[in-house]
C-alpha cells in the first residue's frame, strides 16, 4: 500500500487518480478515488495476481482535475516468500496446490511446502468429502492469503450414523427407561430444575417434580442399544420475572449403572450448594432493516450434552445469572434472527461477569447470477453484499449426475468458480449456492491460522464472541 499525496495551487477541486503500466498480472486500486477538494491523500493498493514471476514493474499513476493532468512514477518490485503449510488435522496424502505452481500432496503430519510464492497468493486443497459410500470430490480454495505458514482445511469423508426411525414410525418406540428418586440438598420442592443426561443421544423427557422431594422421569435413546450408559445431571434455581435465571441453589450428577430398554431405575439426587455464580447483562441487537429483534438463550454445557437454562424470543436485553460449575461445564449465550433471506447466528462464551454489547450482523445479500441462472462457467461472477469484517465462504454443490462441491474463503464480494486441474466444472449440471461468513475477522489469513473460523454452536462456552451468518442457496446451472 502506498499513499499518494497531491499540492493544490488555485482553486483545484477533486482529482481523479488512475494507473497505468501496469501490465497483465498487476492491479491498483485508489481509495479514496477521486481525492475530494478537502482532502490531499489517497491509499493505493498494488497487487500482484498469484503465481507471477518476479519482476520489477513501472507504474505510472496520472492525477486529473479537469484539463489538468499530472504524473508521477511507481517502482514496483514482486518479492518471494516460501510458503510451509499444514493441512488442518495434521492429514498426510491430501493434494495441495497454489495457482501458478505444480499442485503436492501433504507427508507426514500433514506438511507441504512451496517455494517463491508470490503473495498474495490462491491455494486450495483437493480431497473427498460427504459419506464414504458416496464421496463427492472437493475443492476448498483460499483466496489471497500472505502468510508463510497456512493451516487448511480439505474436504473429509464419514460414514453414514446410524439412525433409527423410533418414535417417528408409529408403533415403534425409541429404547427407553423410566427413571425415579429422592431429591435431597438444599432448595425447596417447588424450586424449578433443569435435568440433562450424557447417554448416548439420551434425554430426559418431561421431568415431574413431586412436593414430597422425588421426581419421576423417562430417559429415551436412539442408537439402537439396548443399554444406555451416561450421566444423570439436575441444576435447581429460581427465575426472575423474564423467566431468566435469577439464583442457582443445588447442582447434583449421579452415574448410575447402565439403563435398559424398559426396566425402570432408581436414581437418586443429592445436590451440593452452588457457591459461584456470575451475572450477564447488557444488549444484543439484531442487524435491523426486515430483521426482527434475536431470539435469546442461555445454555448450560453437562459433559456431551447441553441443556437451556432460558429460552426467549425477540429480545434485545439480557439480564441473567448463571453458574460457575467445573464440573458441570460451561455456559454460552446464544442469540439468532432471521429476515427470510438469511440467518444471522452470535455466541457469547460465559466464564465471568460480563456485560454484552453486540450488534449481529445481517447475513449477506446475493447479487448475481440471478436464482435459476442458466450458463454459467468458470467465467461467471459471483456476486454479493457482505458485512464489514467478515471472512465468506462461498458454498458451491451439485449432486446428479456428477459430483462436485466447491467452498471459497475470501473477504472480497466478488469471486468466480476456481479453475483447479483435479476438479472440472461438470458442464449441463444444477447447482445450488450460498454465502456463510464468519466474523468479527481482520484478514483473509485468519481462514488459515491454526485456530479454525469459528463456526457458531450454542454448546459453544469457549473462545471468544463470535458471528456467524448464512444466506439462503441459490440454484444455476453450468454451461454445456
Given at each position: 500500500?502506498?499513499?499518494?499525496?497531491?499540492?493544490?495551487?488555485?482553486?483545484?477541486?477533486?482529482?481523479?487518480?488512475?494507473?497505468?503500466?501496469?501490465?497483465?498480472?498487476?492491479?491498483?486500486?485508489?481509495?479514496?478515488?477521486?481525492?475530494?477538494?478537502?482532502?490531499?491523500?489517497?491509499?493505493?493498493?498494488?497487487?500482484?495476481?498469484?503465481?507471477?514471476?518476479?519482476?520489477?514493474?513501472?507504474?505510472?499513476?496520472?492525477?486529473?482535475?479537469?484539463?489538468?493532468?499530472?504524473?508521477?512514477?511507481?517502482?514496483?518490485?514482486?518479492?518471494?516468500?516460501?510458503?510451509?503449510?499444514?493441512?488442518?488435522?495434521?492429514?498426510?496424502?491430501?493434494?495441495?496446490?497454489?495457482?501458478?505452481?505444480?499442485?503436492?500432496?501433504?507427508?507426514?503430519?500433514?506438511?507441504?511446502?512451496?517455494?517463491?510464492?508470490?503473495?498474495?497468493?490462491?491455494?486450495?486443497?483437493?480431497?473427498?468429502?460427504?459419506?464414504?459410500?458416496?464421496?463427492?470430490?472437493?475443492?476448498?480454495?483460499?483466496?489471497?492469503?500472505?502468510?508463510?505458514?497456512?493451516?487448511?482445511?480439505?474436504?473429509?469423508?464419514?460414514?453414514?450414523?446410524?439412525?433409527?426411525?423410533?418414535?417417528?414410525?408409529?408403533?415403534?418406540?425409541?429404547?427407553?427407561?423410566?427413571?425415579?428418586?429422592?431429591?435431597?440438598?438444599?432448595?425447596?420442592?417447588?424450586?424449578?430444575?433443569?435435568?440433562?443426561?450424557?447417554?448416548?443421544?439420551?434425554?430426559?423427557?418431561?421431568?415431574?417434580?413431586?412436593?414430597?422431594?422425588?421426581?419421576?422421569?423417562?430417559?429415551?435413546?436412539?442408537?439402537?442399544?439396548?443399554?444406555?450408559?451416561?450421566?444423570?445431571?439436575?441444576?435447581?434455581?429460581?427465575?426472575?420475572?423474564?423467566?431468566?435465571?435469577?439464583?442457582?441453589?443445588?447442582?447434583?450428577?449421579?452415574?448410575?449403572?447402565?439403563?435398559?430398554?424398559?426396566?425402570?431405575?432408581?436414581?437418586?439426587?443429592?445436590?451440593?450448594?452452588?457457591?459461584?455464580?456470575?451475572?450477564?447483562?447488557?444488549?444484543?441487537?439484531?442487524?435491523?432493516?426486515?430483521?426482527?429483534?434475536?431470539?435469546?438463550?442461555?445454555?448450560?454445557?453437562?459433559?456431551?450434552?447441553?441443556?437451556?437454562?432460558?429460552?426467549?424470543?425477540?429480545?434485545?436485553?439480557?439480564?441473567?445469572?448463571?453458574?460457575?460449575?467445573?464440573?458441570?461445564?460451561?455456559?454460552?449465550?446464544?442469540?439468532?434472527?432471521?429476515?427470510?433471506?438469511?440467518?444471522?447466528?452470535?455466541?457469547?462464551?460465559?466464564?465471568?461477569?460480563?456485560?454484552?454489547?453486540?450488534?449481529?450482523?445481517?447475513?449477506?445479500?446475493?447479487?448475481?447470477?440471478?436464482?435459476?441462472?442458466?450458463?454459467?462457467?468458470?467465467?461467471?461472477?459471483?456476486?454479493?453484499?457482505?458485512?464489514?469484517?467478515?471472512?465468506?465462504?462461498?458454498?458451491?454443490?451439485?449432486?446428479?449426475?456428477?459430483?462436485?462441491?466447491?467452498?471459497?474463503?475470501?473477504?472480497?464480494?466478488?469471486?468466480?468458480?476456481?479453475?483447479?486441474?483435479?476438479?472440472?466444472?461438470?458442464?449441463?449440471?444444477?447447482?445450488?449456492?450460498?454465502?456463510?461468513?464468519?466474523?468479527?475477522?481482520?484478514?483473509?489469513?485468519?481462514?488459515?491460522?491454526?485456530?479454525?473460523?469459528?463456526?457458531?454452536?450454542?454448546?459453544?462456552?469457549?473462545?471468544?464472541p463470535h458471528a456467524q451468518t448464512f444466506t439462503t442457496f441459490r440454484a444455476f446451472t453450468s454451461a454445456p
Amino acid at each position: 500500500m502506498v499513499t499518494v499525496t497531491v499540492q493544490r495551487t488555485g482553486t483545484v477541486g477533486d482529482i481523479m487518480l488512475s494507473a497505468s503500466g501496469l501490465g497483465a498480472n498487476v492491479s491498483a486500486a485508489f481509495s479514496p478515488n477521486p481525492i475530494p477538494a478537502s482532502a490531499t491523500t489517497s491509499q493505493a493498493t498494488i497487487a500482484i495476481a498469484g503465481g507471477s514471476a518476479p519482476a520489477t514493474t513501472s507504474i505510472t499513476v496520472t492525477g486529473t482535475a479537469g484539463a489538468t493532468q499530472h504524473t508521477a512514477t511507481l517502482s514496483v518490485t514482486s518479492t518471494t516468500i516460501s510458503v510451509t503449510g499444514t493441512i488442518r488435522g495434521n492429514r498426510a496424502g491430501v493434494k495441495v496446490g497454489i495457482i501458478g505452481k505444480q499442485s503436492v500432496t501433504s507427508g507426514a503430519g500433514g506438511v507441504f511446502m512451496f517455494t517463491d510464492v508470490i503473495p498474495p497468493y490462491d491455494i486450495y486443497t483437493f480431497a473427498d468429502g460427504g459419506v464414504t459410500t458416496s464421496p463427492t470430490p472437493t475443492v476448498f480454495y483460499f483466496k489471497g492469503l500472505t502468510r508463510p505458514d497456512p493451516t487448511v482445511s480439505a474436504a473429509t469423508t464419514s460414514t453414514l450414523p446410524r439412525i433409527l426411525l423410533c418414535g417417528i414410525i408409529i408403533g415403534s418406540p425409541c429404547p427407553n427407561a423410566a427413571i425415579s428418586g429422592t431429591r435431597t440438598g438444599p432448595g425447596t420442592n417447588t424450586d424449578p430444575i433443569v435435568f440433562a443426561w450424557t447417554g448416548d443421544t439420551g434425554s430426559v423427557l418431561s421431568p415431574v417434580l413431586n412436593n414430597d422431594g422425588t421426581y419421576s422421569a423417562t430417559i429415551q435413546w436412539r442408537n439402537g442399544d439396548s443399554t444406555n450408559g451416561g450421566t444423570l445431571h439436575a441444576l435447581q434455581l429460581t427465575r426472575k420475572a423474564s423467566g431468566a435465571p435469577n439464583t442457582f441453589i443445588g447442582y447434583a450428577r449421579t452415574t448410575p449403572p447402565a439403563l435398559s430398554d424398559g426396566m425402570a431405575a432408581t436414581i437418586n439426587l443429592a445436590a451440593a450448594p452452588v457457591n459461584s455464580t456470575a451475572t450477564l447483562s447488557g444488549t444484543i441487537n439484531g442487524p435491523g432493516g426486515a430483521y426482527p429483534s434475536p431470539s435469546i438463550s442461555l445454555f448450560q454445557q453437562f459433559g456431551t450434552t447441553q441443556a437451556a437454562l432460558w429460552t426467549t424470543s425477540t429480545t434485545t436485553t439480557v439480564d441473567a445469572t448463571f453458574p460457575l460449575i467445573a464440573a458441570a461445564g460451561g455456559t454460552s449465550l446464544f442469540a439468532t434472527v432471521t429476515d427470510g433471506t438469511g440467518t444471522s447466528t452470535f455466541v457469547q462464551p460465559l466464564t465471568a461477569t460480563v456485560t454484552v454489547s453486540f450488534a449481529m450482523p445481517p447475513a449477506a445479500v446475493l447479487d448475481a447470477p440471478a436464482d435459476m441462472a442458466t450458463g454459467v462457467t468458470t467465467s461467471t461472477h459471483f456476486t454479493w453484499t457482505s458485512a464489514p469484517s467478515t471472512i465468506n465462504e462461498v458454498n458451491v454443490t451439485t449432486s446428479t449426475p456428477t459430483r462436485a462441491a466447491y467452498k471459497i474463503f475470501t473477504t472480497t464480494s466478488d469471486v468466480t468458480l476456481p479453475v483447479v486441474p483435479e476438479l472440472t466444472l461438470p458442464a449441463n449440471q444444477s447447482f445450488s449456492w450460498r454465502v456463510v461468513a464468519y466474523g468479527p475477522n481482520a484478514s483473509i489469513d485468519e481462514a488459515a491460522a491454526s485456530k479454525e473460523l469459528e463456526a457458531v454452536s450454542s454448546s459453544d462456552y469457549q473462545g471468544s464472541p463470535h458471528a456467524q451468518t448464512f444466506t439462503t442457496f441459490r440454484a444455476f446451472t453450468s454451461a454445456p
